[in-house]
């Protein structure tokens, strides 16, 4: 059972915008909701993104998320100090009937 | 305020089992479906096993299955993972979480309970 493939990590400075994406297949992206996940060091995960693109309540709208096909993606605009974390995404598969999640990407805000 | 309260985590040697606990509180338990997540120490999230309301519909990661149960109190507002026969790589932060919906996120997470398995 793969998991969703993220980039181990991404960057940039404040102000700037950054993307992160996740690839997976017919049998999860390609047929569910994608979920988008913060989690800072010593915490639990946080949802911020449900149903591929809407944010919760509280989630600044700097943080928006898309999905096309079997791919997603998470964009942060406006990048702050207090966005470096790691980010998950998250679906469901169907050949599971589980969830799966992507490696991670640890943000680094330079 | 919705909590959900793991524990039960601990040391254990290969072999070994544990009972972990989530106790929910803040919202309506027996309403949602409920799931356990695990996360090993300095690495990515790992899915472990979801219960349907009422308990009736169970699903399991491949790795845990036949080893693992997952249960729940709706009268008193538990969830359960029963681990057995654990084996060095089930060592991870447990975590129980609650789905919105089915197919849908995981909105609240508790704090996680750790599960180290060694001799």
């Known amino acids: 059972q793969s998991g969703l493939t993220q980039p181990p990590s991404a960057s940039g400075t404040p102000g700037q915008r950054v993307t992160i994406s996740c690839a997976g297949g017919s049998s999860n992206i390609g047929s569910n909701y994608v979920f988008w996940y913060q989690q800072v060091p010593g915490t639990a995960p946080k949802l911020l993104i449900d149903?591929?693109?809407q944010r919760l309540s509280g989630v600044p709208d700097r943080f928006s998320g898309s999905k096309s096909g079997t791919s997603a993606s998470l964009a942060i605009s406006g990048l702050r100090s207090e966005d470096e974390a790691a980010y998950y995404c998250a679906t469901w598969d169907d050949s599971l009937t589980g969830l799966i999640f992507g490696g991670g990407t640890k943000l680094t805000v330079l | 305020e919705v909590q959900l309260v793991e524990s039960g985590g601990g040391l254990v040697q290969p072999g070994g089992s544990l009972r972990l606990s989530c106790a929910a509180s803040?919202?309506?338990?027996?309403?949602?479906?409920m799931t356990w997540v695990r996360q090993t120490p300095g690495k990515g999230l790992e899915w472990v096993a979801n219960i349907k309301q009422d308990g009736s519909e169970k699903y399991y990661v491949d790795s845990v299955k036949g080893r693992f149960t997952v249960s729940r109190d709706n009268a008193k507002d538990l969830l359960f993972l029963q681990m057995n026969s654990l084996r060095a790589e089930d060592t991870a932060v447990y975590y129980c979480a609650r789905i919105i919906h089915y197919y849908e996120g995981l909105d609240y997470w508790g704090l996680g309970t750790l599960v180290t398995v060694s001799s």
């Open positions: 149903k591929n693109s």
């Open positions: 803040g919202f309506t338990f027996s309403y949602y479906w």
